[in-house]
């Protein structure tokens, strides 16, 4: 398991604004703010596992918060609780955790948690279209607290905590383990909550969610433009932008979104096909606008990300 932080040598009134950094870089970017007159410290340490990164992140009280919303890769964070309380607020929703209860947010949302007793928590980051393998209708979720006092919930924050403890897995062991791991953890929440008295059977759910499948089983076509989307799903072009908008993204934006995750998880498999062959699969024509848009999203150009697995 790699150590984010802290590292070997840091001075007290360093520590802060290192972690700000090591955090954003982890988990996207965030405003902090303490919560306690202490000297700050805490510790970050994570393992991958398949497509999922998993994280295992405390430090003194604080809270943080994100403002807007992010047009790069949409994820979602499932969290366990180690610490005795903690607080998110997300969609207009509050809710309160407790040590082992296990809550769901989106990442590239708005959103507020407060750690007012210090943070300690295991932190599972599912990119959106692995998670609706299994769970399909995350949003429905959000800020939804599943109370250790469940059964399946206690099973699946323990299957957290061994999971992390594995250390990092090849490809197909890692996506078999973290496909078991998530089959639990959506069994806990599908057992804990009705879907669709949260809204699941909406019309505007259910044609959100139907444009979406849409989309990510026509990855590789070219020709995809909102009033082909509109015209698949049968909603006009204005309605679909209305569908979208109340996410705060666009049918285009989220498409190239789901492109770009498409394109990362086929090059985590190794060089069995090149760079290209990939982006040309998951419709982008383009090499020098793929490669500027996935180092933007991750950090890495895909050439390199390719040579790194």
């Not at 040590?99 to 990442?107: A, E, Q, T």
Request: aromatic share 8%; charged share 20%.
């Amino acid at each position: 398991m790699a150590i984010l932080y802290p590292p070997r040598s840091l001075l007290a009134k360093e520590r802060l604004d290192y972690w700000s950094e090591v955090v954003c870089a982890t988990y996207g970017l965030t405003t902090q703010r303490t919560l306690s007159d202490t000297p700050f410290d805490g510790r970050l340490s994570a393992n991958t596992l398949g497509d999922i990164l998993l994280t295992h992140i405390s430090s003194a009280p604080i809270e943080y918060q994100r403002k807007q919303t992010n047009s790069g890769v949409e994820q979602f964070f499932l969290c366990l609780t180690l610490s005795t309380e903690a607080e998110l607020e997300q969609r207009g929703r509050r809710s309160v955790q407790g040590r082992g209860d296990i809550v769901l947010f989106n990442s590239a949302e708005p959103y507020q948690c407060r750690f007012p007793k210090g943070d300690d928590q295991i932190v599972i980051a599912i990119p959106r279209e692995r998670l609706i393998q299994h769970l399909p209708r995350p949003e429905a979720l959000v800020s939804r607290t599943l109370e250790s006092h469940s059964a399946l919930a206690r099973l699946a924050g323990n299957m957290m905590v061994e999971v992390l403890d594995t250390g990092p897995q090849q490809t197909r062991a890692g996506e078999r383990l973290s496909g078991a791991l998530l089959e639990v953890l959506a069994t806990a929440f599908e057992g804990a909550f009705n879907l669709a008295d949260l809204g699941h059977s909406s019309r505007h759910d259910a044609q959100l969610m139907k444009a979406k499948d849409f989309l990510l089983a026509n990855l590789e076509d070219t020709g995809l433009d909102l009033a082909a989307i509109a015209q698949a799903i049968h909603v006009s072009p204005r309605a679909l932008s209305r569908l979208f908008a109340m996410e705060g993204t666009t049918a285009t934006r989220w498409l190239w979104q789901q492109r770009l995750q498409a394109c990362r998880a086929a090059l985590m498999k190794g060089p069995s096909r090149s760079v290209s062959e990939v982006a040309l699969c998951f419709g982008f024509t383009n090499m020098a606008h793929f490669s500027r848009a996935f180092k933007s999203a991750f950090g890495v150009s895909p050439s390199v990300f390719s040579k790194q697995q």
